[in-house]
């Protein structure tokens, strides 16, 4: 029961970084791909009409959490206070910039939205890549289960740590490239003209950064968690993450080379899903690890609600996510066209 | 409670209040407006008539933008459970989680999938689909009002729970938790206070447009729309609704009932105060004029009931701000009644046919729409005053639920980011609302006169009553 609701939590978080992680992206690569007010215009409607849509998915990840893992929701949140709500801050600001932007034909103040938009979704992207480098590597949970951490201390990985060390720093940068690379595959999806071809050439290019980042990153984890290797190396659910890794990065690179740009917008899906869905499985059962004493950290079977507060969240969670895949089957009909730079169709077919 | 600046429960209920307040003004309005959308979508479907289709195009926009600040006010909602009330999440989640949860994934989803359909999807789905668009955003934002006044009845009035071997509560009964009769009457109280909202605010720009002059098809359509609802709506958050709230406390919080009235001791045949102070040093409303027998009546239903007085309960079970609580619920209540007031002679215009001719009428109109949103406010200020010292009414202590490792500066410094935040929001949200009510639903053309001066902007509809009317 409780190994189900981590998978499920798991693909939760899976669904909104896939989902939201594209607007990040995007808003990372907003002045490259696009050079004039118009084009800038053009890439925000590629994802105007479901920003909400995408950012909902982190409110379901969130009260997901509450009901399944209480112990770890009120441990982590309380302990990355000031972070949290530096996310929280720059979520409202992303949000706004998106949809007031539009708002008021203007270049003065669409130039001031769009560099909001910029500013927010670095910010975003920068701290969730620093929240998954925090999980790998661990907080110094005490023994009843709580901490409060600092920005950064000594840059250690071990101890009294902060939010920001060589390690977190460095989780941060191949998030930010990963995301811009999952953004620019959107893009290209969803645009037309020359917004299309610098992202299809941006893309590529960020591809190719990701993958030597990757295996530093990879190196470095294996340094800051080297039990979490030997896991990967004995857990075939592991080895099936792998294979889906593999797998994304075949189709990538073929979408990319036949320019089919669905099949590469799905692979970077599969991508980030697969790097995730792996991480979550090597850390299993731990939640959060404990940096002073390993027996401080938090395992799902600690922090997980009691028996029948997860059955029923079994009985009415299905039927949300079932509800959930259809709004997904009706927006994806939808929404099916390319946003051109002169229409305001918003990719609507 | 200790309101030292040093304590970190007093700072998160100050944040949590705000951030609650602030956010609560947005869906309010769409609660509100959702259905005048539903409604307008349907004529349109029905009658082919252009003009409804017209005034769903224009409150489209301005409810884009109020669900928009409504979504991204909305999160630091859920994530303050875990930032600033860890205490409170960890014993109660099996309980509260289980509406957050749903909230989430029943009515979120639901609502964020289509509202970008409700906007720019008109043409694209067609007439019926487009409706069913609205129907869905109007379906999940109340799904998600009920979840949420679910979680607020629990608090109030805790039903179907039970504790657990961790000494953590979870649910003895999922229906008892979901159909808790607190949580049935607070939701319909909310809602129809939530159409007060939405009715005042499309009478007020249709009061507006008439004043003007201008957009005078749509003008008439949301004056009188407006003015009808506003007038149901009011009438039933008083009665049955508010009657039936009031009467809950009286019977699961009589001691919130006493203060509610800055009642120190019991009597029979107790009286409402139209005027008066609570002075809780020295135990007494100072100046009070009463109706006689009103609030026995009120709580009870019969005009001799014996209510009781603060004086008959421990102390450390009084609602920590006796006076701030009285003030809110007599506000409120002024306002109701006001209310059912202006729209009913509203009504009683507009059924002489001299609504749009009265401009006395039409300036009231236009500027009373802030005051559903104050008397909005003040009930929850009731209620979560009201359910004061308790996070969880008679069985869980609010200074026992805040997140011991926050410290009250990092409390005080979040508060203090929101607070500018959410002021900058307000300013944006207002200039372009006020922008959009500016533009109108129709074209505006200019038109000059014979020196070639530009002397008004009018839609080309407008001109033709002008015309007609000369």
């Given amino acids: ?63 997901t959490l509450l009901v399944v893992f209480p112990r770890l929701m009120t441990s982590a949140f309380a302990g990355y206070y000031l972070a949290l709500f530096l996310i929280l801050w720059s979520l409202i600001l992303r949000g706004i910039s998106i949809e007031v932007g539009g708002h008021i034909m203007d270049r003065l103040w669409q130039s001031f939205w769009d560099f909001v938009f910029v500013f927010s979704n670095i910010l975003l992207a920068g701290l969730f890549g620093v929240a998954a480098g925090n999980l790998i590597r661990g907080v110094p949970l005490d023994a009843n289960g709580n901490f409060s951490l600092a920005f950064f201390t000594d840059f250690r990985v071990r101890g009294m740590v902060g939010l920001l060390d060589w390690y977190t720093v460095s989780v941060a940068v191949f ?60 857990d075939p659910i592991c080895w099936l993450g ?22 590469a917008f799905f692979a970077s899906n599969l991508l980030l899903g697969s ?75 | 409670m200790s309101s030292n600046i040093f304590d970190p429960a007093f700072w998160s209920r100050l944040q949590f209040g705000f951030t609650i307040t602030y956010h609560y003004l947005f869906p309010q309005l769409t609660m509100g407006l959702a259905w005048f959308l539903v409604y307008w979508k349907w004529r349109g479907l029905r009658t082919g008539d252009e003009l409804y289709n017209k005034a769903v195009r224009f409150w489209a926009k301005i409810f884009g933008l109020n669900f928009a600040v409504g979504v991204v006010t909305g999160i630091p909602m859920e994530f303050q459970f875990g ?44 007439p019926r689909y487009h409706f069913l668009a609205a129907v869905a955003v109007a379906v999940g934002s109340w799904l998600s009002g009920f979840f949420i006044l679910v979680t607020n009845a629990f608090m109030q009035h805790p039903v179907g729970y039970r504790v657990e071997a961790g000494g953590a509560l979870g ?22 206070a939530a159409l007060v909202t939405g009715s005042f605010a499309v009478a007020a720009v249709g009061a507006f447009y008439s004043l003007r002059k201008l957009h005078r098809t749509q003008a008439q359509l949301y004056l009188r729309a407006g003015t009808f609802v506003a007038l149901v709506a009011s009438v039933l958050v008083a009665f049955p609704t508010g009657d039936q709230q009031a009467k809950m406390v009286g019977k699961h919080q009589p001691v919130t009932l006493a203060a509610m009235e800055g009642r120190f001791q019991g009597r029979s045949s107790a ?50 701000n006796i006076e701030l609580l009285y003030y809110s619920f007599h506000l409120m209540i002024t306002l109701g009644t006001l209310f059912i007031v202006l729209m009913a002679y509203a009504n009683f215009q507009d059924w002489r046919g001299r609504l749009e001719s009265c401009s006395w009428l039409l300036w009231v109109l236009m500027l009373a729409f802030p005051f559903p949103y104050i008397a909005n406010t003040l009930g929850w200020m009731t209620a979560e005053l009201g359910r004061q010292p308790w996070l969880i009414y008679g069985i869980f202590h609010t200074h026992d639920g805040y997140s011991n490792v926050v410290s009250s500066g990092n409390v005080i410094f979040t508060l203090i980011g929101f607070v500018g935040l959410y002021f ?43 015309v007609a009317e000369l």
């Fill in chain 1, 1 to 63: 029961m409780i190994e189900t609701w981590y998978v499920i939590v798991s693909f939760m978080l899976i669904a909104y970084v896939a989902l939201d992680g594209r607007n990040f992206g995007v808003g990372l690569l907003h002045r490259m791909v696009a050079r004039t007010p118009e084009e800038r215009r053009q890439v925000i409607a590629a994802i105007g009409p479901l920003w909400s849509w995408h950012e909902v998915w982190l409110v379901g990840f969130g009260g």
């Fill in chain 1, 175 to 234: 998030t930010l490239l990963m995301l811009a690379a999952h953004g620019a595959t959107y893009l290209t999806l969803k645009t037309g003209g020359p917004v299309h071809a610098r992202s299809a050439a941006l893309a590529k290019l960020l591809w190719a950064g990701v993958a030597p980042l990757f295996l530093v990153v990879s190196v470095e984890s294996w340094v800051v968690r080297p039990d979490l290797f030997v896991h990967i190396m004995h």
């Fill in chain 1, 242 to 263: 792998l294979l889906l890794l593999v797998v994304s990065i075949v189709m990538l690179i073929s979408g990319f080379s036949s320019m089919r740009e669905s099949r």
């Fill in chain 1, 275 to 349: 790097i995730i869905a792996t991480g979550a499985a090597s850390m299993f059962p731990v939640m959060l690890q404990s940096t002073l004493q390993p027996e401080n950290s938090l395992t799902a079977y600690s922090v997980a609600a009691s028996r029948s507060t997860l059955l029923i969240a079994s009985v009415w969670w299905p039927m949300g996510l079932g509800l959930a895949i259809s709004y997904s089957v009706f927006i994806s009909r939808l929404y099916t066209r390319k946003v051109s730079v002169e229409g305001e169709n918003q990719g609507l077919s």
């Fill in chain 2, 83 to 126: 930032t600033n009330w860890a205490g409170f999440s960890r014993y109660a989640a099996g309980v509260i989680g289980q509406t957050l949860g749903m909230e989430g994934m029943f009515a979120f989803f639901l609502e964020s999938a289509f509202i970008g359909a409700l906007i720019w999807g008109e043409k694209r789905l067609g």
């Fill in chain 2, 171 to 192: 649910i003895a009964s999922l229906s008892g938790y979901l159909l808790n009769p607190w949580a049935l009457v607070e939701f319909a109280h909310n809602q129809m």
């Fill in chain 2, 271 to 320: 009286g409402v105060a139209l005027v008066g102070q609570p002075n809780v040093a020295a135990r007494r409303l100072d100046n009070p004029i009463e109706v006689p027998g009103a609030l026995s009546f009120l709580a009870y239903g019969h005009f001799g009931c014996y209510v009781r007085g603060l004086e008959e309960f421990p102390q450390n079970t009084w609602p920590d």
């Fill in chain 2, 424 to 466: 900058v929001l307000g300013v944006l949200f207002l200039y372009l609302v006020g922008r959009e009510i500016g533009h109108g639903p129709d074209k505006v053309v200019t038109i000059q006169n014979r020196s070639g001066q530009i002397s008004t902007k009018q839609t080309l509809e407008d001109q033709e009553a002008l």
